[in-house]
């Protein structure tokens, strides 16, 4: 099974600030690399897949970077409705998750 | 629009049996695969499995084979997730997602298993 870490576990920081959230295979994935938003009480949300390709309506301030083992989602400037937990997953070799970085004021 | 939508929530006791279900519109049924993700209480996610409803091909998380079954009715576009016997442990909240990339989420089932 493909282990994905996360780091950090938590990241603290202000709005307006940006943020920038690793994620790590334990093996190669390619580019097949998906990062979800979820904010509490609710469902996840695709934010990125292909390791850099934002889906439908997410902001351009939402990038993913990243090939092989690591990958990296940068968010510029962030907004209030920003603090949530995000988890990247990859989906070369079944479906696995990182354990999730949660992002707090 | 593609909509995932799920049954409500469910109390069980354990060693009873539960079928969930996910109803998806806004697209070609079979031609994608629906997957189901567990969320156990404030925990991550973990992919259960997956089914391609055009052949009914199904692939499982070795940690849940044989603990579910995933199924499809292609003539209502829903795919169910099954338990024979539930535990305590069943509790979590169960998510279907469209594709491997889960590119579109339910809103999540809460199962509760307690007796």
């Known amino acids: 099974e493909i282990v994905m870490t996360q780091s950090p576990a938590t990241l603290s920081v202000s709005p307006g600030e940006r943020a920038t959230l690793s994620c790590r295979a334990s093996q190669s994935v390619s580019n097949n690399l998906a990062w979800h938003q979820q904010k509490p009480g609710q469902a996840p949300r695709l934010l990125i897949y292909?390791?850099?390709t934002r889906a439908t309506g997410v902001p351009a301030r939402f990038s993913g970077s990243g090939s092989g083992t690591e990958f990296t989602l940068t968010i510029s400037s962030l907004q209030s409705e920003d603090f949530a937990i995000y988890y990247c997953?990859?989906?070369?070799?079944?479906?696995?998750f990182g354990q999730g970085t949660k992002l707090e004021i | 629009e593609v909509q995932l939508v799920q049954s409500g929530a469910e109390v069980k006791k354990p060693g009873e049996s539960l079928k969930i279900s996910c109803k998806t519109s806004g697209y070609n049924f079979i031609d994608y695969w629906i997957g189901w993700v567990r969320q156990m209480p404030g925990k991550g996610l973990e992919y259960m499995g997956i089914i391609f409803p055009g052949d009914s091909t199904t692939k499982y998380n070795p940690s849940f084979q044989g603990q579910v079954t995933i199924s499809v009715d292609k003539s209502i576009s829903t795919v169910y997730l099954q338990w024979r016997s539930l535990k305590a442990s069943d509790t979590a909240i169960y998510y279907c997602a469209r594709r491997a990339s889960a590119e579109y989420w339910g809103q999540g089932t809460l199962v509760t298993v307690s007796s």
């Open positions: 997953q990859q989906y070369n070799d079944w479906y696995t």
């Open positions: 292909g390791a850099s």
